[in-house]
């Protein structure tokens, strides 16, 4: 079984500026997928990002970025120019690529508020 | 393209009774994946349907059963409910297996 772990139960961050999410994973795969979803106030899960561990590129999408470093099986996301709308809580998740075990296996969560 | 919406937002029920929830994926999406949310275990995965077939269960007890129809709307049923299924359940849909995921708005579930 995958497990996810994210560290930061909580984080705050002044609006405009930076802030790094952390995320361990533990598996034997090596084909497989992961992703940052946030989920705001209003509890819908909104996916940010999504990482392919064969690509060795990291994923970017406008303000966010991860490093993906798959020997040392972390997976970290980076909010630059935080927003206020960015205030959310942060879920890891992993998905195997092969096989039929492929749901999402979930991080405990990081909340993030960011300050005006 | 309409997102996944789910029905209703809101239920609040009493502990014995069952409950359906309401699942339409994305236009086009043939996977749909079901998953609960409470504040002590997280989330959590309870089963995924494609092309009306369940392919993967979580380790829910027998009580949690879903379907999928053929346009690929899927419903999750609850007997018996249990003041401890309170929760937020989620759907998610996928063009395909093994492909990104995306949620609904979710249904709050309330068990007295």
């Known amino acids: 079984a995958q497990t996810v772990t994210q560290s930061q139960p909580e984080m705050s961050v002044q609006e405009a500026e930076t802030v790094t999410l952390s995320c361990t994973y533990d598996?034997?795969?090596?084909?497989?997928?992961l992703f940052w979803y946030k989920q705001p106030p209003s509890r819908q899960m909104i996916l940010v990002i999504r990482?392919?561990?064969?690509?060795?590129q990291n994923a970017t999408e406008n303000r966010f970025s991860v490093n993906f470093q798959k020997a040392a099986k972390s997976f970290s996301l980076k909010i630059s120019d935080s927003q206020l709308g960015d205030t959310a809580m942060y879920f890891c998740?992993?998905?195997?690529?092969?096989?039929?075990?492929?749901?999402?296996?979930f991080g405990a969560g990081t909340t993030v508020t960011v300050r005006a | 393209k309409a997102g996944v919406t789910q029905t209703p937002r809101y239920l609040i029920k009493t502990r014995g009774q069952q409950v359906t929830l309401s699942c339409s994926p994305i236009?086009?999406?043939?996977?749909v994946s079901w998953y609960q949310q409470t504040p002590g275990q997280g989330l959590q995965f309870l089963f995924e349907?494609?092309?009306?077939?369940?392919?993967n269960k979580g380790n829910f007890p027998g009580r949690f059963s879903g379907r999928q129809f053929s346009n690929s709307r899927s419903e999750m049923n609850v007997s018996t409910l249990e003041l401890g299924d309170s929760a937020l359940y989620l759907c998610?849909?996928?063009?395909?297996?093994?492909?990104?995921?995306?949620f609904g708005p979710g249904t709050r579930l309330l068990v007295l």
């Open positions: 998610a849909s996928s063009l395909w297996m093994q492909e990104t995921q995306y």
């Open positions: 598996t034997s795969e090596n084909n497989y997928y």
């Open positions: 990482q392919e561990a064969y690509k060795q």
């Open positions: 998740a992993f998905m195997k690529h092969e096989g039929v075990d492929y749901k999402l296996s």
């Open positions: 236009s086009g999406h043939r996977s």
């Open positions: 349907y494609f092309s009306e077939t369940q392919r």
